[in-house]
């Protein structure tokens, strides 16, 4: 059974970083998109980035430049390395995981393309 942990997630003040990680367990090798999500209170969960399994990146236009998503160490430890976070980048983040085609991981791609995810980590940024 595939699992996924997320751990990372805390409070900052603006200008500062965030370093989230995510654990998949149990995810076998084979063409996968791996990505961050968000969702604020009272918005819609949205993509922040995601990489796929031939290291292809894309970033949500407002975070690029200044989150950086990349495998730590070894393809089950999914990171996203987060700076100059501003008072938007508030909310719970969620890891997720699924085999899909090569060409098809994208920052936002459709939540239900994503079978597997983490239980969310909170970011707030004061």
């Known amino acids: 059974q595939v699992q996924l942990v997320e751990s990372g997630g805390g409070s900052v003040q603006a200008g500062g970083s965030l370093k989230l990680s995510c654990k998949i367990v149990?995810?076998?090798?084979?063409?996968?998109?791996t990505g961050w999500f968000r969702q604020a209170p009272g918005k819609e969960r949205e993509g922040v980035a995601a990489i796929d399994s031939y290291g292809r990146l894309s970033y949500r236009p407002s975070v690029k430049g200044r989150f950086n998503i990349f495998f730590d160490d070894a393809e089950d430890n999914l990171a996203l390395q987060m700076d100059s976070l501003e008072l938007e980048d508030s909310g719970m983040y969620f890891c997720a995981a699924d085999f899909m085609g090569a060409g098809d991981c994208y920052y936002n791609t459709e939540e239900y393309e994503f079978i597997h995810w983490g239980q969310g980590t909170q970011v707030t940024v004061s």
């Open positions: 149990r995810f076998t090798t084979g063409d996968y998109c």
